[in-house]
């Protein structure tokens, strides 16, 4: 168990530029959440995936936001047309099963600074 | 969209004392609730879930359950500096949590 695993750590852009976050789960691990925290708030939820599929998106998610996750494992976020709004810590999380008997583990996030 | 409530603090208590966290809900259909623990600049680690009515403990660490009345508490015994964080209540909807904006937790020396 490596644990959660995110990349970059920090992501310092200009208004307007795409970014891509990845995120690696672990091990076995079928369901793969994404979370948006900003100062001094607690993680607010973005989408999640059970394998492949991603199964439900938040109204926070705008259509300049897309996640993947390709054949079940790693996930990618990215966000075009970047806003200062973006600003945040991206936080990426999984579970082995559903989240009933299965703990939510988070990785150490990315930060994304908008300038 | 369920929303889950917490004092945003910060809460001060004496080194060996005993911290009382707490968060309310919304909605009265939920049924699994967890705490996180949250350093500054740190992820979320998970500390305890809870899913019936009454008490749960886990060595210095107790959750207390009361649907009833709608809130969910975190209590941390023999308080340590190490237990400064962040405490962040956090309910399930479906297959998701949803996090309260959490509460500072001091203990000092």
């Known amino acids: 168990d490596t644990g959660v695993s995110q990349n970059p750590r920090h992501k310092i852009t200009k208004r307007g530029q795409n970014v891509t976050f990845r995120c690696d789960p672990i091990s076995e691990h079928n369901r793969l959440y994404w979370y948006r925290q900003t100062l001094g708030q607690g993680p607010e939820f973005l989408t999640y995936?059970?394998?492949?599929?991603?199964?439900?998106k938040s109204r926070l998610l705008s259509d300049r936001f897309s996640a993947e996750r390709p054949k079940g494992s790693f996930s990618t976020l990215e966000i075009q047309r970047t806003e200062q709004g973006d600003s945040a810590m991206y936080l990426c999380?999984?579970?082995?099963?559903?989240?009933?008997?299965?703990?939510?583990?988070f990785g150490n996030g990315t930060r994304l600074t908008v300038t | 969209q369920k929303e889950v409530e917490q004092n945003s603090g910060p809460l001060s208590v004496p080194e060996g004392a005993i911290a009382s966290l707490n968060c309310t809900y919304s909605?009265?259909?939920?049924?699994?609730f967890f705490w996180y623990r949250q350093y500054s600049g740190k992820s979320p680690e998970l500390i305890m879930f809870i899913y019936s009515n009454g008490d749960k403990e886990d060595g210095r660490f107790t959750a207390q359950l009361n649907k009833a009345s709608q809130y969910v508490s975190l209590l941390i015994r023999d308080s340590q500096p190490s237990d400064s964080a962040t405490y962040l209540c956090?309910?399930?909807?479906?297959?998701?949590?949803?996090f309260g904006t959490g509460t500072r937790l001091q203990v000092f020396p």
């Open positions: 909605d009265r259909g939920s049924q699994s």
């Open positions: 995936f059970q394998n492949e599929a991603q199964l439900e």
């Open positions: 956090a309910v399930m909807d479906t297959d998701k949590l949803i």
């Open positions: 999380a999984s579970s082995l099963r559903g989240l009933g008997d299965s703990p939510l583990h």
